[in-house]
C-alpha cells in the first residue's frame, strides 16, 4: 500500500506560479507605499487631512462601484468559459476591460481637476503619495485592460483565470487604497 504525498500550497495554487509571484511582488509594494504614506501621515495629520478635502470622494467612490463590477465580471468569465459558454466568457471580459477604461476615464477627470486648481506632487507630502499611489495603480489598471482583452482573444481556461486573478490584484489595491487616501480622517 503505497502513501501519496499530499500536494503542497503551490501545486494547489489556481493559475501560474509565476503569475502568483508578480501579485505577490506587487502587493509587498503597494503595501509598503501604503505604509510610507501612513508613516508620513503621522507627522502632519493636519496637513493631510485638509489636503485629503481637496480630492473627489465621490468619483472615487463610483470607481470603487466600477472596478468591483468587473472583478465579478472577470470572475463569470471563467464561470462562463468551464460551463462552455465561450461567447458569454469573451463578453464578461469585454465588459469587465471596458469598466477598466471607465475607471481610466474617472480617474483622469480628477487628475485634470487637480492639474486646473494647481494641485501637483509638490503642493504637500499627500499629494506626492496621492499621485504616486493612485498613479501606479492607474497604470495597473492599464496593464489589467490590455490582460483582460489579450485573455478574451485566448480564452483557453488557465488564460481567463489567470487573467481574473491580476484583475482581482488590481481590485484589492483599490479597495485598499480608496479607504486609506480618501476617507482616512
Given at each position: 500500500m503505497s502513501e501519496q504525498?499530499?500536494?503542497?500550497?503551490?501545486?494547489e495554487l489556481p493559475g501560474d506560479f509565476l503569475m502568483w509571484v508578480l501579485?505577490?511582488?506587487?502587493?509587498?509594494?503597494?503595501g509598503a507605499g501604503l505604509g510610507a504614506f501612513l508613516s508620513v501621515r503621522l507627522t502632519d495629520p493636519a496637513g493631510f487631512a485638509e489636503a485629503q478635502q481637496h480630492l473627489d470622494r465621490t468619483g472615487a467612490g463610483l470607481n470603487t462601484v466600477v472596478l468591483i463590477t468587473?472583478?465579478?465580471?472577470?470572475a463569470r468569465?471563467?464561470?462562463?468559459r468551464?460551463?462552455?459558454?465561450?461567447?458569454?466568457?469573451?463578453?464578461?471580459?469585454?465588459?469587465?476591460?471596458a469598466l477598466g477604461v471607465v475607471f481610466?476615464?474617472?480617474k483622469g477627470a480628477e487628475y485634470a481637476d487637480k492639474a486646473a486648481k494647481g494641485i501637483n506632487y509638490d503642493t504637500h507630502p499627500f499629494f506626492m503619495f496621492y499621485y504616486l499611489l493612485t498613479g501606479f495603480h492607474a497604470a495597473h489598471v492599464v496593464a489589467g485592460v490590455i490582460l483582460l482583452l489579450l485573455v478574451a482573444w485566448r480564452d483557453a481556461p488557465d488564460n481567463i483565470?489567470?487573467?481574473?486573478?491580476?484583475?482581482?490584484?488590481?481590485?484589492?489595491?483599490w479597495v485598499l487604497l480608496f479607504p486609506i487616501v480618501y476617507l482616512l480622517a
Open positions: 504525498a499530499e500536494p503542497s500550497i503551490l501545486e501579485i505577490i511582488s506587487e502587493l509587498l509594494v503597494f468587473s472583478g465579478y465580471l472577470a468569465a471563467l464561470q462562463f468551464q460551463a462552455a459558454r465561450r461567447g458569454a466568457a469573451r463578453l464578461a471580459l469585454a465588459a469587465a476591460a481610466l476615464v474617472i483565470e489567470m487573467g481574473a486573478a491580476f484583475w482581482h490584484m488590481v481590485d484589492l489595491v
